[in-house]
């Protein structure tokens, strides 16, 4: 149900952002990176309540914006990109192989960290957990 | 490629690549329904059989996976020409599969990228002329709900990056045995989370050692963090999960784009085979038989299931 819970948020969430007056392009815009965020924050939450389905599903939804994140962060903060590139790594590791939803809570804790600063370093800076 | 052809390739390109619906502005309650297509092919060729690929969105960043679409293909020519029909394929989904995902739509969905991810591909496509050229992307998303986009794409007259029937470069790639080489360098994944370079099987032969031993090779050129296209998957993988099946039938190698990334450093393996001038793209994989010609190629969505009937043809024990 939890599963289905998030395709659902995602969906109401995709819907939402694009409410302006122009449909947003696809791999661009703050629309995008504030909903990869708002999956971000909601993976971590379905981690923290042990829930590494829904976790996962979240992810993978964020998981598009993260590779447009850090193309346009290469050249403008190479290490920045290279710490967002690797903490995804490192949570797609853990989601393969889950441990604690602990450690996998704050593995995604430390991306959204590092992808709330590549954002902000664009001029596109995302609102944090609220949901 | 002429200097002229190529700004007009790269004018076509910087188009809008979306359509919407019937080609007209969407309506109210319609915004967002319209398709964006993108050619994730690297690179399509005049005069031989292509396989294409196709990744489709919606304008609100959903992705369209499952079941089948048709291509449509036209060639633009110069400027202001009217487009000129060419082949039409059916086209049909390619999954990037993360492990433990399902597995995709058996029919055209619309959906976040957790129902499904990857490209639509038509195999033997073949264009009579180098040049622009778009594609039509047609996509019957539900009952009576037809979706198009277009978009524009280069068709070469000649390979750039090595292709089936060349000899492959006799490649000296760097390998566990590289002592000179930091364990980045050889897999980027040991630099991201894991102390050791994973799958060693994928890290132990040079594309140079088995052309000598006339042993067939499947190679795959990825760096397994620092891929930054949205079609990103794990390919590298997905090439472990071959050798353990058809560990008898080839050697299968890992090279790795990067030695340093954050230094922009590509290692020389890698630029022999993808680096003109400053492009370079990744990932590709290839098979090459055991006299060193390519016999198959694979640029940046490569599947099991489009490999497995060619290692199958290569003998056991060889």
């Known amino acids: 149900m939890r599963h289905l819970a998030a395709i659902l948020l995602a969906l109401a969430l995709a819907l939402v952002a694009c409410g302006g007056d122009e449909p947003a392009a696809p791999g661009s815009g703050a629309s995008n990176l504030q909903l990869a965020g708002d999956a971000l924050c909601q993976a971590e939450s379905f981690a923290a309540q042990g829930d590494i389905t829904g976790a996962k599903d979240m992810f993978a939804n964020a998981h598009p914006a993260l590779h447009d994140l850090a193309a346009q962060l290469e050249e403008r903060d190479r290490d920045l990109a290279a710490q967002l590139l690797q903490a995804k790594q490192a949570v797609e590791e853990i989601l393969a192989a889950p441990t604690e939803p602990a450690v996998v809570s704050a593995r995604l804790a430390e991306i959204r960290g590092v992808f709330e600063s590549g954002a902000a370093l664009l001029g596109t800076p995302v609102t944090g957990c609220t949901l | ?318």
């Not at chain 2, 790269?10 to 919407?20: N, W």
């Not at chain 2, 353990?244 to 085979?273: C, S, T």
């Not at chain 2, 190629?297 to 290569?314: F, G």
């Open chain 2, 1 to 318: 490629m002429s200097r002229r052809l190529l700004g007009l390739a790269v004018l076509v390109a910087l188009l809008p690549a979306c359509g919407k619906g019937e080609g007209t502005p969407p309506e109210d309650g319609a915004r967002g329904r319209g398709l964006v297509a993108q050619v994730a092919s690297y690179e399509t060729l005049a005069g031989r059989d292509n396989r294409v690929i196709v990744g489709l969105l919606t304008e609100d960043n959903l992705f369209v996976s499952g079941g089948a679409v048709r291509f449509r293909f036209s060639f633009l020519g110069q400027e202001g020409a009217a487009p000129e029909p060419g082949p039409e394929a059916e086209a049909t989904f390619l999954p990037i599969a993360e492990p433990g995902s399902p597995p995709p739509p058996a029919t055209v969905t619309v959906g976040p990228a957790s129902i499904g991810r990857g490209v639509y591909s038509a195999n033997g496509v073949r264009f009579d002329r180098a040049g622009v050229w778009q594609v039509e992307v047609e996509a019957a998303v539900g009952e009576g709900d037809v979706r198009r986009a277009t978009s524009a794409f280069t068709v070469l007259e000649e390979p750039i990056v090595p292709a089936p029937g060349e000899k492959a470069p006799r490649t000296k790639n760097l390998t566990l045995e590289s002592a000179d080489a930091p364990p980045g360098a050889i897999d980027s994944r040991a630099t991201a989370s894991l102390a050791e370079v994973p799958d060693p099987v994928l890290h132990r032969a040079t594309i140079a050692g088995a052309i000598k031993a006339g042993r067939p090779s499947l190679v795959v050129f990825a760096t397994p963090v620092y891929c930054i296209s949205r079609f990103c998957g794990p390919v590298t993988d997905m090439v472990a999960g071959l050798a353990q099946e058809y560990a008898d039938r080839a050697e299968f190698i890992h090279v790795e784009i990067w030695r340093d990334f954050q230094g922009k450093v590509i290692n020389k393996a890698a630029a022999e085979w993808l680096l003109h001038g400053e492009d370079l793209t990744e990932p590709w994989v290839f098979l090459i038989d055991g006299d060193g010609t390519i016999l198959e190629r694979w640029d940046n969505v490569a599947t099991p299931e489009e490999i497995r009937p060619h290692l199958e043809r290569l003998p056991a024990g060889g």
